[in-house]
C-alpha cells in the first residue's frame, strides 16, 4: 500500500526535471503567474486546493512549517522543490527580510566603493602641485 505521502511525491517527481548541474528539482508544472504576491513559485492542484509544490515537498519530508516561518532558496531557483540542502532552508519571516537586505547593501556598498575610488583620484590630481 501506499501512503498519501509517496503518492504525493510521485505525483510531484513526475513534473520535476533534475537538473544535473545544480542538482535541483526543477518544477515543470504551473506556476503562481508573474503578478502578485509570491510569484513565479510551482503550483499544484491538491485534493482540490492550489498549493505551493516546494511547501508540500518540504511539508512530506519534514513536517509543518509553522506560521512564523517561511522557506527561502537557497540555491535562488524559485521553480526548485527540492525539500533538503543546499536547495531550500527554514528561515523565520525575519531572517529571510535580513538576508535580501544583505544581498542589496552588499550592491550599493560595491556602488559607494567605486564612487570613493573615482573621488579619490580626482583628488590627488588637484593635490598634484602645478609645474
Ligand atoms: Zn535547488
Given amino acids: 500500500m501506499t501512503s498519501r505521502r509517496d503518492r504525493i511525491s510521485e505525483k510531484i517527481m513526475s513534473r520535476v526535471q533534475i537538473d544535473e548541474v545544480t542538482g535541483c ?4 508544472g504551473p506556476t503562481s503567474g508573474d503578478t502578485g504576491r509570491g510569484r513565479d513559485y ?7 486546493q492550489t498549493v505551493a509544490v516546494h511547501i508540500v515537498m518540504w511539508t512530506n519530508e519534514h513536517g509543518y512549517v509553522p506560521g512564523k ?3 527561502d ?14 536547495h531550500l532552508e527554514m528561515v523565520t519571516h525575519r531572517e529571510n527580510m535580513r538576508r535580501r537586505d544583505k544581498a542589496r547593501t552588499s550592491l550599493i556598498s560595491t556602488k559607494a566603493n567605486y564612487t570613493g575610488a573615482t573621488e579619490l583620484k580626482h583628488e590627488e590630481t588637484a593635490d598634484r602641485p602645478l609645474s
Avoid: A, E, F, T
Avoid at 528539482?25 to 515543470?28: A, C, R
Avoid at 510551482?42 to 482540490?48: A, E, N
Fill in 25 to 28: 528539482y526543477v518544477w515543470q
Fill in 69 to 71: 516561518k517561511q522557506l
Fill in 73 to 86: 532558496h537557497i540555491c535562488r531557483n524559485r521553480l526548485c522543490v527540492r525539500p533538503d540542502g543546499p
Fill in 42 to 48: 510551482p503550483r499544484m492542484s491538491l485534493d482540490g
